[in-house]
């Protein structure tokens, strides 16, 4: 097996807070919203600065608290559908891990383009009220400190907006890829062929790096005390790369093209239903003029079947 490697600039699957944890952990923050929307007309004394921005927080406040309980939520729901499936299938994860199609899967473009998109648009809603006191209320003190700390945080919103925006001209350019699955599931200790089918708009590339690989995500803590943070990283445990330099020479209709792996006896399998998860993708690249393309595909790759 492969030497386990820190996956760098990877954004995970999972996050370290999920289940009954997400929804506690929103409770507060829908309480707070809830609590500043009822403010102005409960005690409208307490309330110092424009009407606004107390509106404002609770929308941002209270949405961020409702977001949380739901994937908590969701995350609670697929824990227990997988149970079910788990007792009636105890020696075929396949058919409880993840809600796997037979016959291929799509690649992550568009949802990568769109977690972008919601998350460069939840931190600019989150700055707007701090860009008001910085830049558009009077009598604010410190001012020359709240337009530096502000500005900093812009200028990493605009970086986050661009690459929002690269990534839905990844989109928009692409569309959505899929690959096809030569067996279902691959099993580890033997081969599997992998067909991709191109993308949903335009020609092959001429060139392009197919990537099979292991991914184990784990929740990493740093800091301590108020400063405490938990974070989820990236370990690459596996990987086959290759080059396929005369794509259009082998690609074969509707059928794609062909890629050809064995995975290793001795690898872990596939566990997306456990967190933090661990799981096999095959990630195509290909360096073409203007914008790349880049998409990752779930693979289903598990051990021989068990009577446990």
């Given at each position: 097996?492969?030497?386990?490697?820190?996956?760098?600039g990877?954004?995970?699957?999972?996050?370290?807070?999920?289940?009954?944890?997400?929804?506690l952990?929103?409770?507060?923050?829908?309480?707070?919203?809830?609590?500043?929307?009822?403010?102005?007309?409960?005690?409208?004394?307490?309330?110092?600065?424009?009407?606004?921005?107390?509106?404002?927080?609770?929308?941002?406040?209270?949405?961020?608290?409702?977001?949380?309980?739901?994937?908590?939520?969701?995350?609670?729901?697929?824990?227990?559908?997988?149970?079910?499936?788990?007792?009636?299938?105890?020696?075929?994860?396949?058919?409880?891990?993840?809600?796997?199609?037979?016959?291929?899967?799509?690649?992550?473009?568009?949802?990568?383009?769109?977690?972008?998109?919601?998350?460069?648009?939840?931190?600019?809603?989150?700055?707007?009220?701090?860009?008001?006191?910085?830049?558009?209320?009077?009598?604010?003190?410190?001012?020359?400190?709240?337009?530096?700390?502000?500005?900093?945080?812009?200028?990493?919103?605009?970086g986050?907006?661009?690459?929002?925006?690269?990534?839905?001209?990844?989109?928009?350019?692409?569309?959505?890829a899929?690959v096809?699955?030569?067996?279902?599931?691959?099993?580890?200790?033997?081969?599997?062929?992998?067909?991709?089918?191109?993308?949903?708009?335009?020609?092959?590339?001429?060139?392009?790096?197919?990537?099979?690989?292991?991914?184990?995500?784990?929740?990493?803590?740093?800091?301590?005390?108020?400063?405490?943070?938990?974070?989820?990283v990236?370990?690459?445990?596996?990987?086959?790369?290759?080059?396929?330099?005369?794509?259009?020479?082998?690609?074969?209709?509707?059928?794609?093209?062909?890629?050809?792996?064995?995975?290793?006896?001795?690898?872990?399998?596939?566990?997306?239903?456990?967190?933090?998860?661990?799981?096999?993708?095959?990630?195509i690249?290909?360096?073409?003029?203007?914008?790349?393309?880049?998409?990752?595909?779930?693979?289903?790759?598990?051990?021989?079947?068990?009577?446990?």
């Open positions: 097996m492969a030497e386990r490697r820190k996956l760098t990877r954004q995970g699957r999972s996050a370290p807070i999920g289940g009954w944890g997400a929804v952990f929103g409770l507060p923050f829908l309480g707070a919203g809830v609590f500043a929307a009822l403010a102005p007309r409960l005690a409208p004394g307490s309330v110092n600065g424009p009407v606004q921005l107390v509106y404002w927080a609770a929308a941002v406040f209270g949405l961020a608290g409702l977001y949380m309980i739901w994937i908590g939520l969701r995350r609670l729901r697929r824990r227990a559908v997988a149970a079910r499936l788990r007792e009636l299938h105890p020696g075929e994860p396949w058919l409880w891990d993840h809600s796997w199609s037979r016959h291929g899967a799509r690649g992550d473009v568009r949802r990568r383009a769109l977690a972008a998109v919601a998350g460069a648009g939840a931190f600019a809603v989150f700055l707007a009220p701090f860009n008001v006191i910085a830049f558009g209320m009077d009598g604010v003190s410190s001012r020359a400190l709240w337009v530096v700390v502000v500005v900093v945080f812009d200028l990493v919103t605009v986050i907006i661009l690459h929002a925006v690269y990534l839905v001209m990844r989109w928009l350019k692409y569309g959505v899929t096809t699955f030569g067996r279902f599931p691959f099993v580890l200790g033997e081969e599997g062929t992998i067909r991709f089918q191109g993308t949903a708009r335009g020609e092959p590339p001429r060139t392009l790096t197919a990537t099979l690989r292991c991914v184990e995500e784990a929740y990493e803590t740093s800091g301590s005390g108020k400063n405490r943070s938990t974070k989820t990236c370990y690459e445990v596996h990987a086959d790369i290759r080059t396929v330099d005369d794509v259009r020479g082998r690609w074969e209709g509707r059928r794609g093209l062909a890629l050809s792996y064995v995975f290793p006896a001795d690898a872990p399998p596939t566990r997306l239903s456990e967190r933090p998860p661990r799981y096999w993708e095959l990630e690249g290909a360096e073409v003029p203007g914008i790349d393309y880049q998409g990752r595909f779930l693979l289903p790759v598990y051990a021989a079947r068990t009577d446990s």
